[in-house]
């Protein structure tokens, strides 16, 4: 070969080559741009991930396929034919895959490229993958929960394909059994959402489960590629949703005002050496910050609130939540103390002791929890199942709660269960002691009668309701459900009630005490 035409070629070649570095490097720095999670606009999401799609489409490479993979993000670009064959690609046998990603894998049939060979053979097809391991570039209206947070994206060309005769296979794993979870395969749906740049639906695509960690995904066309995943249990029909929440907000609004009220009243007429008078006032105040911050929660667990607020908000709504269950357990403490004592209770700073107890160790819970691990806090999402063509898909609704299933078993359900507990056994010594004090009579006192509706009305309102949590399977789900929310909605309307009628009675009793002594004087 002539020396000067040698030269040109290896000087053509380290050009390419110099190009193709150039190419690849400024796609790894796109890639991780698009990786940061924040301050990114509506406009700017869809943007980002169409420009990353077009320069891939139009990438130069060596070879038939190029690989590139940051922390988060993996893109895949193959080079086809119309005599394309199918292809398989997973996890397990694609080279620098992070061991720390769960498996997946994606098939495609051979007449992906049917469509694009019809009218005319190119010479070359193009098909791109980008792996997204990360769904903050995904999230919908719902905030829904994605399975390992897995977005797997596939497009041929610079052309859409759709109603494939036979689908494109999507895999998904989990490194735990999938068991009491429900589990949909969706697709990103550009243009639907109201408040973000798509929607999740289920359309075009069937849902198989092979094994409890496996997730099979046939879907009849190109995309990006998800599975919905929520706690299945008995699930609550999307019908419910807004008569649920119409009770809630309802509720929660009488039991503020009547929470306020009550604290407004005691505070005008209550003694102030009266320990007892102290813990009620105590207690409307733990159900008014926890009815405020339950209104609040839903409106606070949108995409556009910083997740901060969110998070704040969800660790002051489970402080209320467990301060109010610390003050109804301390109610039946006090009325234990009252009953077995004979109304005669006495110890040193005793109301500062319960004060301590009923707002310093629920605060010392979320602190600790805030500290060890503040993730555990957030937007939650509560799911809604609604009935669909090709089976059973879901409606999520986002507030800032506990997100950690473990915290809301132990800190929630177990803790909420104790209290209840206690007051209940509570309950059952105070019937024991009125029924012996009436059965020492022959007929029953008006005394005895404003007893038991005393122990009934406190005890039963503090913490017995709660116990229907427990009951919300099967054909109990849904009427626990409106049970559960119409009581404890209006659980700080229940409690004014309560002290209304206790009012009623001490100044009926107050009343006759002093027509009694007017009487005495006018006789004497």
């Keep these: 070969?002539?020396?000067?035409?040698?030269?040109?070629?290896?000087?053509?070649?380290?050009?390419?080559?110099?190009?193709?570095?150039?190419?690849?490097?400024?796609?790894?720095?796109?890639?991780?741009?698009?990786?940061?999670?924040?301050?990114?606009?509506?406009?700017?999401?869809?943007?980002?991930?169409?420009?990353?799609?077009?320069?891939?489409?139009?990438?130069?490479?060596?070879?038939?396929?190029?690989?590139?993979?940051?922390?988060?993000?993996?893109?895949?670009?193959?080079?086809?034919?119309?005599?394309?064959?199918?292809?398989?690609?997973?996890?397990?046998?694609?080279?620098?895959?992070?061991?720390?990603?769960?498996?997946?894998?994606?098939?495609?049939?051979?007449?992906?490229?049917?469509?694009?060979?019809?009218?005319?053979?190119?010479?070359?097809?193009?098909?791109?993958?980008?792996?997204?391991?990360?769904?903050?570039?995904?999230?919908?209206?719902?905030?829904?929960?994605?399975?390992?947070?897995y977005v797997l994206g596939a497009q041929l060309d610079h052309r859409p394909v759709n109603n494939l005769q036979k689908p494109v296979n999507i895999s998904f794993w989990h490194n735990r059994s999938l068991e009491g979870y429900s589990v949909t395969c969706v697709f990103w749906k550009e243009g639907a959402g109201n408040r973000s740049w798509g929607a999740w639906s289920p359309e075009g695509c069937y849902t198989e489960q092979p094994s409890p960690t496996q997730v099979l995904c046939h879907c009849n066309h190109l995309t990006y590629f998800a599975v919905l995943m929520q706690l299945s249990g008995d699930p609550v029909p999307t019908e419910l949703?807004?008569?649920?929440?119409?009770?809630?907000?309802?509720?929660?609004?009488?039991?503020?005002?009547?929470?306020?009220?009550?604290?407004?009243?005691?505070?005008?007429?209550?003694?102030?050496?009266?320990?007892?008078?102290?813990?009620?006032?105590?207690?409307?105040?733990?159900?008014?910050?926890?009815?405020?911050?339950?209104?609040?929660?839903?409106?606070?667990?949108?995409?556009?609130?910083?997740?901060?607020?969110?998070?704040?908000?969800?660790?002051?709504?489970?402080?209320?939540?467990?301060?109010?269950?610390?003050?109804?357990?301390?109610?039946?403490?006090?009325?234990?103390?009252?009953?077995?004592?004979?109304?005669?209770?006495?110890?040193?700073?005793?109301?500062?002791?319960?004060c301590l107890l009923g707002w310093g160790f629920p605060a010392f819970l979320v602190l600790l929890l805030l500290v060890v691990r503040s993730s555990v806090y957030g937007p939650c999402v509560i799911s809604f199942s609604k009935s669909q063509e090709n089976g059973t898909g879901f409606q999520n609704v986002s507030m800032c709660w506990v997100c950690s299933p473990m915290v809301r078993s132990i800190l929630v359900m177990g803790y909420g269960g104790l209290t209840s507990l206690f007051n209940l056994v509570v309950l059952a010594r105070a019937l024991w002691i009125l029924c012996r004090l009436q059965a020492r009579e022959k007929a029953l006192s008006p005394w005895a009668y404003r007893d038991t509706v005393m122990v009934l009305g406190l005890t039963v309102l503090l913490g017995t309701t709660w116990t229907l949590a427990f009951f919300s399977f099967g054909v109990f789900l849904l009427p626990q459900l409106f049970l559960f929310t119409i009581f404890n909605s209006l659980y700080g309307f229940f409690l004014f009630l309560w002290f209304c009628s206790q009012k009623r009675h001490s100044d009926a009793e107050a009343k006759a005490g002093m027509e009694a002594i007017s009487s005495s004087q006018m006789m004497h």
């Design 241 to 354: 949703q807004v008569p649920l929440e119409y009770i809630s907000l309802v509720g929660c609004s009488i039991s503020t005002v009547a929470s306020l009220l009550a604290i407004l009243l005691y505070a005008h007429s209550r003694k102030q050496s009266d320990s007892t008078t102290g813990i009620h006032v105590n207690l409307h105040g733990s159900v008014l910050l926890l009815n405020v911050t339950f209104i609040l929660s839903s409106q606070m667990a949108l995409p556009t609130v910083p997740r901060p607020v969110c998070m704040v908000l969800a660790a002051t709504l489970h402080y209320a939540l467990l301060s109010s269950l610390t003050w109804m357990a301390i109610e039946g403490f006090n009325l234990y103390l009252l009953l077995g004592r004979v109304y005669n209770v006495y110890i040193h700073r005793y109301l500062l002791k319960l």
């Design 1 to 149: 070969m002539d020396p000067h035409r040698a030269l040109f070629f290896c000087l053509c070649l380290l050009a390419a080559q110099v190009v193709l570095v150039e190419t690849q490097s400024e796609l790894l720095n796109f890639m991780k741009r698009l990786e940061q999670p924040v301050g990114r606009s509506l406009f700017t999401k869809v943007r980002y991930i169409h420009y990353l799609e077009q320069m891939l489409l139009n990438a130069s490479f060596c070879g038939h396929n190029l690989t590139l993979q940051t922390n988060s993000i993996q893109s895949l670009v193959f080079k086809l034919s119309c005599d394309f064959p199918g292809l398989s690609l997973s996890s397990a046998t694609l080279t620098n895959v992070s061991q720390a990603w769960a498996p997946h894998a994606m098939q495609f049939p051979a007449e992906l490229t049917k469509g694009a060979c019809v009218t005319s053979r190119p010479a070359e097809l193009r098909l791109i993958c980008i792996y997204f391991f990360t769904a903050h570039l995904f999230q919908d209206d719902r905030n829904s929960s994605l399975l390992n947070n």
